[in-house]
């Protein structure tokens, strides 16, 4: 599967992510989320990077969903809200 934008995530994921982001008052549109192979397997693996600013964050893609859980951790954490430095 093929990432460009979060639109792209499976239905369930992006129904998460889309809530996940709402619970921290942020909307979906407010990060760049893409697809990048595993460069040490990339047959079998993916991850999903999540971008606002410059601030990324990349985790690997799952079938239960661990990344939405890792996610929702940095949103905690504020990780994605920390001011640029100057």
């Known amino acids: ?17 889309e809530l996940a982001c ?6 979906p549109i407010h990060f760049d989320v893409t697809g990048e192979p595993d460069p040490n397997d990339p047959e079998h ?12 964050q990349a985790y ?3 079938p239960r969903g661990q990344w939405l859980r890792q996610f929702e951790v940095d949103l905690n ?9 100057v």
Do not use: C
């Open 77 to 85: 954490g504020k990780f994605f809200r920390q001011a640029p430095s």
């Open 22 to 27: 709402a619970r921290h008052g942020f909307a």
């Open 45 to 56: 693996g993916e991850f999903l990077i999540v971008r606002r600013g410059q601030w990324a």
């Open 1 to 17: 599967m093929t990432i460009h934008t979060y639109t792209d995530l499976p239905l369930v994921d992006r129904a998460a992510f």
């Open 60 to 62: 690997r893609i799952d």
